[in-house]
């Protein structure tokens, strides 16, 4: 299934040298996707179709595309202040964002470490771990729990202590030592079609027990989960099982770090997924939504008590307590922009919104229940899952021909082996959740159980 080359002959030649990422570079080299514009809830093909954003860009586009308040800010900063150092000075917008985010966090959480994105904040995180348990005197901390299908970016921390074996097998000599992992939280016998947190599976917490056991608690720094594995498809933690493993992580010293990086700002229906599940972490990363999409940002926001135990380091104060950071850190053009969505984000009530429209999308998508090679939905927030039986010997495939099928029909979806994922954008209609689950009901519908059916 595929569609007309949307490229001239001068861009198709030059698409020869694009290496692009977590992409099938020889199966999209014949079949190009290439969109020109975007406006509202909608991408536009060089050939003028209109495609529903269905995931909110890659979880990061929650207010749409080309928001005039955001397009002014945009512009506005990069005539005022382009570029800033955040090596030694600061400037006035990262400073007041810092400020805002920390009003908006978790009580106790008020130091915010600006990153570049959700990888660079997983690794910053990993390292304020290791760092602040070895400033308290307790420098045998160095082990990272994190837990099978997590997702926390690309750099060597965040590909260590995530669980997606794809992801790992090609870079197992080069991960951090002694990282070990919870198992997941998704049973199908268990919570086949679930709506929201399935009540099953609350005891799946208890196994950070057992790996405290294995490996004494004096060796492990942090626990890394994402609150919802977005990533994976939308895996739902049970009732209870975030609040377990707080509980655990306290009695043993250990940190706690949330990976909010698609669940923050309002995913949830909520500003961050800890606000939802009434579970407070040591650390926060956050990213893609923080700016919507529009210049990269991501960071980490810390407890007090992490950044005190920085500062009270036994040194002069001349010498930098945390040697890590980046050249964009806290970049005055995403910051300008962060300002702007969160003024957004308020003066429209769009967190309000998202969770408005998330029973709206749970009613919508659970109607695909019986759908032929539907095994499995599920759904939180503002988003939700869809699980393909796979075509026999060919994973992967009936996923690709349903987002094929779907955005040849106007919407333009996620998938990752067979599950096709959806976050749609705050600024949707309920019509348009509506329209995008009756385009991937006939996607479904469509595609055969295999190429030779």
């Not at 996707?33 to 179709?49: I, L, P, S």
């Not at 994105?117 to 771990?129: F, L, Q």
């Not at 579970?279 to 956050?286: A, E, K, Q, S």
Request: aromatic letters at 8%; charged letters at 20%; a neutral charge.
């Amino acid at each position: 299934m595929s569609t007309p080359n949307p490229l001239s002959p001068a861009d198709q030649a030059a698409l020869e040298n694009y290496w692009l990422p977590f992409t099938p570079n020889r199966y999209f080299k014949k079949n190009p996707k290439v969109v020109v514009g975007a406006k509202g809830a909608y991408y536009q093909t060089a050939d003028g179709k209109q495609l529903f954003d269905a995931l909110s860009g890659l979880w990061c586009t929650p207010l749409g595309h080309g928001n005039p308040r955001i397009v002014e800010a945009i512009t506005k900063q990069a005539q005022t202040l382009d570029y800033a150092t955040a090596f030694q000075i600061a400037h006035p917008g990262a400073i007041r964002l810092a400020g805002r985010i920390a009003d908006l966090a978790p009580e106790g959480l008020n130091k915010v470490f600006f990153a570049n994105s959700g990888s660079e904040a997983a690794d910053t995180a990993i390292k304020m771990a290791i760092a602040y348990h070895r400033i308290r005197g307790e420098g045998g901390r160095f082990r990272i729990i994190g837990r099978e299908r997590g997702y926390h970016g690309v750099g060597f921390g965040g590909v260590s202590a995530g669980g997606l074996v794809a992801n790992r097998k090609m870079f197992g000599t080069a991960m951090l030592p002694g990282v070990d992992h919870l198992p997941h939280t998704w049973n199908p016998k268990e919570m086949a079609f679930t709506r929201g947190q399935p009540q099953w599976g609350t005891h799946l917490a208890d196994e950070l027990e057992r790996l405290v056991g294995l490996h004494d608690a004096s060796t492990i720094a942090a626990v890394i989960v994402e609150p919802m594995q977005g990533s994976t498809g939308v895996v739902v933690p049970p009732v209870g099982y975030l609040q377990r493993l707080r509980d655990i992580c306290t009695k043993h010293g250990i940190l706690l770090i949330f990976d909010e990086v698609i669940t923050g700002f309002g995913r949830m229906g909520t500003t961050f997924g800890a606000d939802y599940f009434g579970v407070t972490p040591d650390l926060i990363t956050f990213a893609k939504a923080i700016t919507n999409g529009t210049v990269p940002m991501g960071g980490v926001i810390a407890k007090d008590s992490i950044y005190d135990t920085f500062m009270g380091i036994q040194a002069p104060d001349y010498a930098i307590e945390f040697l890590h950071g980046y050249t964009y850190s806290g970049h005055p053009m995403a910051t300008g922009v962060a300002h702007a969505v969160l003024d957004v984000m308020h003066s429209d009530g769009l967190i309000q919104r998202a969770g408005e429209l998330a029973p709206v999308l749970e009613e919508a998508i659970h109607s695909l229940k019986g759908e032929p090679g539907v095994t499995d939905i599920r759904n939180i927030g503002l988003a939700a899952a869809v699980d393909l039986e796979p075509c026999p010997g060919q994973p992967g495939w009936r996923a690709m021909q349903v987002f094929e099928h779907a955005m040849q029909n106007g919407v333009l979806l996620r998938f990752s082996a067979d599950t096709i994922a959806m976050g749609p954008p705050f600024i949707s209609t309920p019509d348009e959740i509506a329209k995008m689950v009756d385009v991937l009901r006939a996607a479904i519908r469509a595609v055969p159980a295999s190429p030779k059916s």
